[in-house]
């Protein structure tokens, strides 16, 4: 089926490891995002990338790097994980210009940092 | 202050019920407005977008107040599957960028 495609789906690290969080979409948008989402506070934007070839930060970008790999993939790095980053991390894609069209998100990864 | 603001609830409502959201916005130059529904445990999906005259879609209405800066969601003949978290969404001076409020819960009973 067309649409976002996160991995992995859930992840438990240990404070100061480094992971990668995967997200590729099909349906040929230019724009892609990476969200986290934490009780109380809304999704909040990690970085985004509004067409392939550049990426600008968002609201938190503070311990995330980002690589827009191809116009179908958008990866999340984080380096060296810590407690504060335990989250749900969803990643999205959109037509040009989003206000139009809104989003498509992936289903999510649940991060856990120990 | 945050840049968008929702009742958490839950509202609580019998099948067959009209309940309605607010969503409070503080930036007076916001742009574009939505409504996404998000199921527990899932991911956000589009529900609506918020147009300055209003706008319908089958059961849901929703309203733009520019003037009191908030929008509105509203559910007639509520069903068991509208039970869910809604969110709003509002975007401003950059495209790229959309405020997301922390939703409001809903739960149809039967």
């Known amino acids: 089926n067309a649409g976002v495609t996160q991995t992995p789906k859930f992840q438990v690290l240990k404070t100061g490891q480094s992971m990668t969080l995967q997200c590729a979409q099909d349906m040929n948008h230019n724009s892609m995002y990476w969200y986290r989402q934490d009780p109380g506070m809304g999704l909040r934007l990690i970085y985004y990338?509004?067409?392939?070839?550049?990426?600008d930060k968002g609201e938190v970008p503070n311990g995330y790097n980002v690589s827009r790999l191809n116009k179908r993939e958008f990866s999340l790095r984080l380096e060296s994980a810590a407690p504060s980053q335990t989250s749900v991390y969803f990643c999205?894609?959109?037509?040009?210009?989003?206000?139009?069209?809104?989003?498509?998100f992936g289903s999510g990864t649940r991060l856990t940092v120990v | 202050r945050k840049e968008v603001e929702q009742d958490p609830g839950p509202f609580n409502v019998p099948e067959g019920a009209t309940v309605a959201f607010n969503c409070t916005y503080s930036?007076?130059?916001?742009?574009?407005f939505f409504w996404y529904r998000q199921d527990c445990r899932k991911e956000p999906k589009l529900l609506m977008s918020v147009y300055s005259s209003g706008n319908e879609d089958g059961r849901f209405t929703a309203q733009l107040n520019r003037a009191s800066q908030y929008i509105s969601l509203l559910i007639r003949d509520s069903k068991l599957s509208d039970s869910a978290t809604y969110l709003c969404?509002?975007?401003?001076?950059?495209?790229?960028?959309?405020?997301f409020g922390s939703g409001t819960k809903l739960n149809v009973k039967p």
């Open positions: 999205a894609s959109s037509e040009v210009p989003p206000q139009s069209y809104g989003y498509t």
């Open positions: 969404v509002v975007n401003w001076y950059n495209f790229n960028k959309f405020y």
């Open positions: 990338s509004a067409s392939e070839g550049t990426t």
């Open positions: 930036n007076s130059a916001s742009q574009s």
